[in-house]
């Protein structure tokens, strides 16, 4: 049995992730908040909703997914109940070392997922505290390897990982609305422009996964010599793409 305190954008999308990718609802208990959103999951998704946190306490896994603001107060509840069970925050601020002076000598983990955990298709970056065991991880790995990659890092390396692989489906969907404008201004149709956008970012994805290939390398297969793609590429180098890139993991990482 697992909880979740917080079913907003991230907690919802993990909760979506695990229920659409084949794990029991019925197993999955989640304190919610003011809003009718997690009413409105519970009634798609089937799993149990409760109103307050110590009625997780049959649960040996908790999810903490509340914002910075609440994480404190939500810490003061839980803590009746965290002995013996595995923490994980998906808070950007909650490292293991805050988390440790809020709830004591609890084992816990800080996360950070994207979005695409909401199609089985995440990346999840974690740090666990120190006496977690291999097994604890284990236990960890086999719940949220349901929404995708999981990946544990030093906690230093977290918040980086966590800005190139959290804020870029932002950053990819912006290019893949310009992809589509362009579509349109050469005479394609709306959907027809989305879709190969969208079935391009798809398919390259996959093969740059796949390929023993580096991007790159990639890249140099289909820039043939004078043709339209090494064209559209130098394009892309004069009007900064590169260095636009750079500067949004930037400007993301910086407060």
């Known amino acids: 049995m697992i909880g979740f305190i917080g079913a907003g954008s991230i907690g919802g999308a993990v909760i979506t992730g695990l229920v659409k990718n084949g794990y029991n609802s019925e197993d999955i208990i989640v304190k919610g908040g003011r809003s009718n959103r997690t009413k409105l999951l519970c009634d798609q998704l089937g799993f149990q909703m409760v109103k307050k946190v110590k009625q997780l306490a049959d649960t040996e ?11 404190s107060s939500v810490a003061k509840e839980l803590k009746e109940i965290a002995a013996g069970k595995l923490i994980v925050a998906f808070t950007g601020s909650a490292s293991v070392t805050h988390l440790k002076q809020l709830l004591g000598d609890v084992k816990v983990a800080h996360a950070i997922p994207n979005t ?7 990346f999840t970056g974690i740090t666990y505290s120190d006496d977690f065991t291999p097994e604890d991880k284990k236990k960890i ?34 290019f893949i609305e310009a992809l589509s404008d362009a579509g349109v ?35 140099d297969e289909v820039t043939s ?21 750079i500067k949004a993991v930037d400007a993301a990482e910086n407060e």
């Open 116 to 122: 695409p955990v909401k199609v089985g298709a995440g």
């Open 61 to 71: 896994i908790i999810f903490i997914a509340v914002g910075a603001d609440a994480l």
């Open 225 to 245: 010599p004078g043709g339209s793609t090494i064209r559209g590429v130098a394009a892309l180098e004069e009007y900064g793409f590169r260095n636009a890139v």
């Open 141 to 174: 790995g086999s719940v949220l390897g349901y929404t995708g990659q999981l990946v544990e890092v030093p906690e230093n390396e977290l918040g980086i990982l966590g800005t190139v692989a959290g804020c870029s489906p932002a950053f990819l969907d912006v």
């Open 185 to 219: 201004k050469h005479g394609l149709s709306r959907k027809l422009a989305y879709d190969a956008a969208i079935g391009m970012a798809i398919g390259a994805s996959k093969l740059a996964k796949q390929s023993d290939l580096n991007v790159s390398a990639l890249k």
